[in-house]
Structure formats: structure tokens, C-alpha cells
């Protein structure tokens, strides 16, 4: 962990909705570990042509990373144009909890509540085998929390497959928006109604695959568990 | 609606997985109006500076609308820097469902099942005042179905005060991964579990605003009820 501020430059300086910026990196951790899905943006292109991707994909985060503030982690096919494209340029890393639907009096103040964490940083090509290998193992763990410990190693085939990008969370910044509408005074009156709708992700029972000849392990009913069951 | 392909360049064609790439525009259309949040990046800064910054952002699909293939809005704050930097540039908008976690013997073939539409085209700032009043209507009822037209009208300032982009419909792409896992068949051995774990967006009860003074209207109940119940 680290003692520098969430925002040490512009670029993840909060422009709009301050009163939404949380500046504190326990805040930025948490969203980052209540995630599933981060979507990382890269300037694909030259010149002209130039523009940019954003794309839905796994990560994980080590608070402890070699990377100053710590690591998150993505990984993908060494094949993979958005990684090739990502490597040692500046990347945004997006994760984004959708918590609820703020329906006003005003179309101008309905809103959403959320929780967002926005990290900007270069990408580097973890070319190490200790830290690409744990990274990997981060990743399952993050999806499901102790899977990795129940799998066989990855064999060097696999691993000469699959790429893996550090980011450093040095630069981050973290908007939340919770609870009901704010509505103008002069449109609340008597015999309207305004609030908002609670939203969460939930599991449903965990599904055997066709080959499957065990009962479903404890990491899957865990995870389910955690998100809370449909 | 049109009947150019989904993806009329290589900006949006897939490379990878194209087995997961679906080339049907009512595909497109499906994943979009499922959606409740877009993941909308942009260019940055200048010249070496220059980076991309993916946000959140509600969004709005008019299949009829002024552009090629039909039109997605987006809005936001006159304020807002993301949006400035966006007008006129390109800009890619991803829609993404995480639908469940796949669990599988190793950890290469863990995966998640998902469907995401990715959109890339040049965002135009809606000056037509028709256009973006129907805009903002299509996006509070993007969100909340029907609820537009139980609303006042937005004020000249409210108006003033909200910028509308749109982007062309014409270039996206789409993946779609379901089911469960494909393990190496060595990896399937007797006593062993894989499978997935289905995960839903679900809606809990409706909370009233604190001056709220009438029941909970149609609109919220039907929108919870299409999101299914927690």
C-alpha cells in the first residue's frame, strides 16, 4: 500500500460531480475487489486512423504488485490485437458496479447509483515467470476466491498462449452516487412519488458441465454464497 | 434499420474468438436494448499526452434514427470533459452482460459467459432540438420503459445545460459466449467438478424518496419486474 494521494496528476483528477469523488484508496480497492469484469480501453491505430477500444475482460489486483500503489492484472491471448496494441502504451482500466436506477420528478434528475473505479497507467508486458504465473493464479482467484490452489499447474504451452498487462493503481480515481433522486423543490408535490430501484448481481445454481463427475466444490458454492443466490 | 453488414470495416472486425462473433444485426439490437449502462471511450489530451478514458454512461438506441444503421445516444453535463473531447472524434461504446462464470479443470479454459456489442463511429453533438429532446426521452426510457411521457417538460435550462452525442450504428461487432466449459479431454477425469455458475441483474423492492407521497408508479414496477425480482 502506499501513501500517495488517489489523484498524483490531472488525468484522474475529478472534473465533474466532485461531491461523488471518493479520495481514498481503501475505497478504490474495495470496488476493485467487489468487480468482475473491468473494461480496458486502448488507442488502437496510427495518425489519422488512430481511435479507441474498449473491451469487457477479467483482472485481478495484487496491493502488493511491484508496481508503486500495487498491480492490477489483465490477461489474454498472446494473439490478442487490444493486448498487442496495449503493451507500453497508456491504457484505462474501468470497473463499474451498477447499484441501483434513480427515477425523479425530472427527466434531468433521474440518475443512476453506482460505484466506478477509473485507473490510468502504462501498460507493461509481465515477462517474469514468477510474477506471470501468480498473476494467472490472481485472476482465477479473483473470479472465484480459492480456485487456483484446486487446479493442476498450467503447462508451458498454456502459458506461452496467454499474455499478461500490469497497470500500476497509482493513478485511480473512484466516483460513487447512492441512495434516492434530488429533485428540484418546485416539482415535489403532493401525489407524486420518486425513488429509486436497488439493483445487484446475483448467482443462480451452479450448472454441472455434461462431463462433470463430482459434486460442485466448495470455491463455486463460496462464490455463489457471496454474491447471494437468486 | 439497414442492410450493410455489422462490421462494413476492419475497425470492428473481430479477430480473435470469431467463434464467439455474431454477424446479425438484430443481435446487435438485443444486447443493446438489454443493457442499462455502455462503457463509452475517448481520446484525451494532445499529442503525446494523448490517452484513452473509458466511463459509464446511460445510453439510448434508435433504430429509425438520423444516422446510417440507426443511432446511440449518449448524454451528459455541457461541462463534462469526456464529452467536449469526444464531439467529432471517434469514439467506441461497449455494451457488456456478464451472464455467469464458467469453472473449468484448468485454469487456461476458465472463462465467463457474456454478451457485449462494441460500437465504433464519430461522435456527432445533436444541435437539432427535436433530435435531442426525443434523445433524452429515448434515454429515461431506455432505463425505465414508458416513464418519459409521466414527466414534465425539460426546461430551457435543463436543456441548456445537457449535451447530446450520437454515434452511427453502422460499425460494431458482437460476442457472445455461453455454456459451460471445454476442458482438455486429458483434464476430465473421474471425481472431478466443472460447470458455471449463471449470474443475473436483479431488482430489489422499489425505495420510496423520502417526499414521495403517491404509490409506486407502473413504470418502476414493470422495469423491476422485467429485471426479475430479487
Known amino acids: 500500500m502506499t501513501t500517495q494521494p488517489l489523484s498524483p496528476t490531472p488525468r484522474t483528477t475529478v472534473t465533474r460531480g466532485r461531491n461523488r469523488m471518493l479520495d481514498?484508496?481503501?475505497?478504490?480497492?474495495?470496488?476493485?475487489?467487489?468487480?468482475l469484469v473491468a473494461h480496458l480501453a486502448v488507442t488502437v491505430g496510427?495518425?489519422?486512423?488512430?481511435?479507441?477500444?474498449?473491451?469487457?475482460t477479467a483482472y485481478a489486483v495484487d496491493p502488493d504488485g511491484p508496481d508503486e500503489a500495487g498491480t492490477l492484472y489483465v490477461h489474454g491471448s498472446v494473439a490478442a490485437g487490444w493486448l498487442r496494441a496495449s503493451t507500453d502504451r497508456t491504457v484505462c482500466v474501468t470497473v463499474?458496479?451498477?447499484?441501483?436506477?434513480?427515477?425523479?420528478?425530472?427527466?434531468?434528475?433521474?440518475?443512476?447509483?453506482?460505484?466506478?473505479?477509473?485507473?490510468i497507467g502504462q501498460?507493461?508486458?509481465?515477462?517474469?515467470?514468477?510474477?506471470r504465473a501468480r498473476a494467472?493464479?490472481?485472476?482465477?482467484?479473483?473470479?472465484?476466491?480459492?480456485?487456483?490452489?484446486?487446479?493442476?499447474?498450467?503447462t508451458r504451452k498454456e502459458l506461452a498462449a496467454t499474455s499478461v498487462?500490469?497497470?500500476a493503481l497509482l493513478e485511480a480515481s473512484v466516483k460513487v452516487r447512492a441512495g434516492?433522486?434530488?429533485?428540484?423543490?418546485?416539482?415535489?408535490?403532493?401525489?407524486t412519488w420518486a425513488?429509486?430501484?436497488?439493483?445487484?448481481?446475483?448467482?443462480?445454481?451452479?450448472v454441472d458441465a455434461d462431463d462433470a463427475s463430482a459434486p460442485v466444490p466448495a470455491d463455486v458454492l463460496d462464490r455463489a454464497r457471496s454474491l447471494g443466490r437468486a
Chains 1, 2 share one sequence.
Open 24 to 35: 481514498e484508496r481503501a475505497v478504490l480497492h474495495e470496488v476493485l475487489a467487489d468487480g
Open 165 to 167: 498487462l500490469a497497470v
Open 96 to 119: 463499474t458496479h451498477l447499484d441501483g436506477l434513480v427515477a425523479a420528478r425530472s427527466s434531468f434528475h433521474h440518475s443512476m447509483n453506482y460505484r466506478c473505479a477509473v485507473v
Open 180 to 191: 434516492g433522486p434530488v429533485d428540484d423543490p418546485d416539482d415535489v408535490v403532493d401525489g
Open 136 to 154: 494467472l493464479d490472481l485472476i482465477v482467484d479473483h473470479v472465484i476466491p480459492g480456485r487456483s490452489a484446486t487446479l493442476r499447474a498450467s
Open 195 to 206: 425513488g429509486h430501484l436497488p439493483l445487484r448481481l446475483v448467482a443462480e445454481a451452479p
Open 46 to 56: 496510427e495518425g489519422a486512423a488512430a481511435h479507441p477500444l474498449v473491451l469487457p
Open 123 to 131: 501498460a507493461r508486458l509481465v515477462e517474469d515467470d514468477a510474477e
